[in-house]
């Protein structure tokens, strides 16, 4: 039986010793702490050089790959120096775990969804924790490193990596040589106003990084809420690590350090483990064959979850709308009401604050589906409302959201939502390029969804329809979409063919309608659908009309024809509805849009107001951001499927309809009490 040592300047008390099988070969492994005494761990190499197979060095500060050679910890030196002539192998590790944790890195983001795009990303040393460092510069912007803090004790930090470069070559250099600037973290305890410096940053990350090296003295110094809900990635997490983990209340550890045995063992044993396999001295073996060596026999890393079921994929998200939109004046409306009623007996109220809107991100967060999965956001307004932007120029447009764009990137989201745009903009958006990392969407699929619930909800309120003789679900009643042979009419027409019995099909792009028409009666045999090229046809009979298609080129429907009780869907936002006297009619219902209650105990942060209402277009961001993917096969299906796909998410995430808006705002209870009494 071979037997491999590792002599490590860590604590003794995790000392162990074990038998295991590595590639079919029995191996005694056994780990020695020195509880940082060199001159022991010297003697214990010159010990065990002729009585094992191979030697690890554990505990040991990796030499920096960036910076001056002289960087070097002085241990280090000593210790190579000391074993430069032994016949056996000897290893720290290093070698080995500059491969395996990028390819852990990469393994784990290919898995779980582009998992590192756009995270914010915090490093207690970017020095020591380069070669990740530069691996997850591939998937994000945002590397924050605290060198500064730690090594000198400068409340500064770092945001790239080329910026780490000049650190490591100039400053970090040149504070190694002036006392009075090197204030060690491993030597002086860091100043309070540091640890707070920190702390801010840490709670705006989203994952992590903590070297094996002075692991508890990077964590230690603070308080246990700064680590909640955060990812922490490290490597050779031994259950002492993970149990202190779970008790600072973070989300889950991302181990680097790939599993060959049943026992956490580090990597200079693993390293020491494959020397004594290739029969090979650490010099002579090339990343190829710690790679190849990796890929046959070590399981693949994982995400361990801890303290949470929470979804491993959940994203942040970013949603950015026109300024003004309704959902946004009920939140300032409410902030405003609950601010004035606060400052009236301090100071008087100008109106100007009043009628003020908030054009910075506002933070919303405390958003947790029904099974545990958590996301947070801001929603950006832009100075511009909708009017403003339908008159500018297209250039002026996209310039105006590239900006919000790039802002929304700045808070380290994956979805980005666009809500309330004009129609051509839309449009855009839905054939732009996609954004490297990152999730688009407008809102299309639950703008859909909220109106067609909200006219369902209101059928059954009004309770005027009888359900069908062929469908128990199905009520016998007629349904008229206008535009049905486009994206929104399509995606109606197939929804609202499982609920009425009774469908008429209008649009003047006859082949399309056709083929439409045809899909339709082959998929729902119990619904009886006709075709029309004529916008007045039929509606006098309607009891639902839905305007999935602006109807300018169709002429004006005629709103005197409708016949009470009928409710409008309208998806387009019209303006002939709103400006035409006959759809001002008391005795039908106008529905603009529908709202929907969010899990969980959503606050808006920076004005400290509960939100658990959004719109559509919101919620749609919302649910993407708590589901954290769209899977690729899902990708590939048509609208239909896309849309059938996200809303039956809503369920799962505790995602109800809460409120119906019309023409004049929230339609009441009483709203609808009016019209059923006038249809009876």
């Not at 350090?257 to 073996?285: G, W």
């Not at 106008?590 to 919101?618: Q, V």
């Amino acid at each position: 039986m071979k037997r491999i040592i590792s002599i490590s300047l860590g604590n003794s008390k995790h000392n162990y010793s074990f038998n295991a099988l590595f590639l079919g070969n029995s191996y005694h492994i056994s780990r020695m702490g020195t509880d940082g005494n060199i001159e022991k761990a010297a003697e214990l190499l010159l010990h065990y050089e002729k009585k094992s197979d191979a030697i690890g060095l554990g505990s040991v500060r990796s030499p920096y790959v960036i910076g001056h050679s002289r960087l070097i910890k002085r241990e280090m030196n000593l210790l190579t120096q000391l074993t430069r002539k032994f016949k056996i192998p000897m290893t720290t590790g290093f070698s080995f775990s500059r491969v395996a944790h990028e390819w852990s890195i990469r393994m784990i983001h290919d898995t779980h969804n582009d998992f590192f795009s756009n995270s914010k990303i915090f490093f207690f040393s970017g020095m020591m924790s380069y070669p990740i460092a530069q691996v997850l510069s591939e998937f994000t912007d945002h590397l924050i490193f605290s060198d500064p803090v730690f090594e000198n004790g400068i409340p500064n930090l770092i945001h790239s990596i080329n910026e780490l470069h000049q650190y490591a070559n100039g400053f970090h250099n040149l504070f190694q040589w002036i006392p009075s600037f090197y204030q060690s973290a491993y030597t002086y305890p860091l100043k309070q106003w540091n640890i707070k410096f920190l702390s801010k940053a840490i709670r705006d990350a989203f994952i992590i990084v903590v070297p094996y090296y002075n692991f508890y003295k990077y964590l230690s110094r603070f308080s246990d809420d700064v680590f909640k809900n955060k990812i922490i990635i490290t490597s050779c997490c031994y259950p002492d690590r993970r149990e202190f983990l779970n008790q600072k209340g973070v989300h889950g550890i991302i181990d680097l350090t790939p599993v060959f045995l049943d026992q956490v063992v580090s990597d200079n044993i693993i390293e020491a483990l494959i020397l004594c396999h290739s029969q090979k001295q650490s010099d002579k073996l090339i990343a190829d064959d710690f790679l190849d060596m990796i890929h046959h026999h070590a399981k693949e890393p994982t995400f361990t979850k801890i303290n949470s079921e929470h979804s491993i994929n959940a994203k942040r998200f970013a949603y950015i709308t026109p300024s003004k939109t309704p959902t946004q004046q009920n939140w300032f409306n409410t902030f405003s009401q609950k601010t004035i009623q606060l400052m009236k007996t301090m100071i008087p109220v100008s109106p100007l604050f009043i009628q003020a809107q908030p054009l910075s991100p506002m933070k919303l967060s405390g958003i947790q589906s029904p099974i545990g999965n958590t996301t947070e956001g801001w929603v950006i307004p832009l100075k511009e409302n909708v009017h403003d932007l339908s008159h500018m120029s297209s250039d002026n447009q996209w310039q105006q959201v590239t900006k919000a764009i790039k802002q929304s990137k700045s808070l380290g989201i994956q979805i980005i939502g666009f809500g309330h745009f004009p129609n051509q903009m839309i449009d855009h958006y839905l054939t732009m390029p996609n954004q490297p990392g990152l999730m688009m969407t407008t809102g299309i699929n639950y703008k859909i969804y909220g109106m067609l619930l909200a006219a369902l909800e209101i059928v059954s309120r009004l309770d005027f329809l009888e359900k069908s003789n062929h469908e128990q679900d199905q009520y016998h009643g007629n349904v008229f979409i206008l535009g049905a042979a486009g994206l929104m009419g399509q995606i109606c027409a197939k929804w609202l063919s499982k609920k009425f019995d009774n469908i008429v099909l209008v649009d003047m792009r006859t082949s399309q309608l056709k083929s439409v028409f045809k899909s339709l009666t082959e998929t729902y045999p119990n619904t009886r659908f006709s075709l029309s090229t004529k916008s007045q046809s039929f509606i006098k009979d309607m009891n639902i009309i839905v305007l999935a298609d602006s109807y300018s080129d169709w002429g004006i429907i005629d709103g005197n024809l409708l016949k009470p009780g009928c409710i409008v869907v309208d998806l387009v936002n019209s303006i002939q509805i709103e400006t035409m006297p006959s759809f001002a009619r008391k005795d039908i219902i106008i529905i603009r849009s529908g709202e929907f209650e969010i899990p969980g105990n959503p606050i808006m942060e920076h004005i400290g107001l509960s939100i658990n209402i959004a719109e559509a277009e919101l919620t749609e961001c919302i649910v993407l951001a708590l589901e954290g993917v769209l899977p690729q096969s899902i990708q590939k299906k048509n609208s239909w499927e896309i849309f059938e796909y996200i809303t039956s998410l809503a369920s799962l995430h505790g995602i109800k309809l809460s409120s119906i808006s019309g023409l004049n705002g929230i339609i009441t209870d009483d709203d609808i009490s009016y019209v059923k009494n006038l249809i009876k």
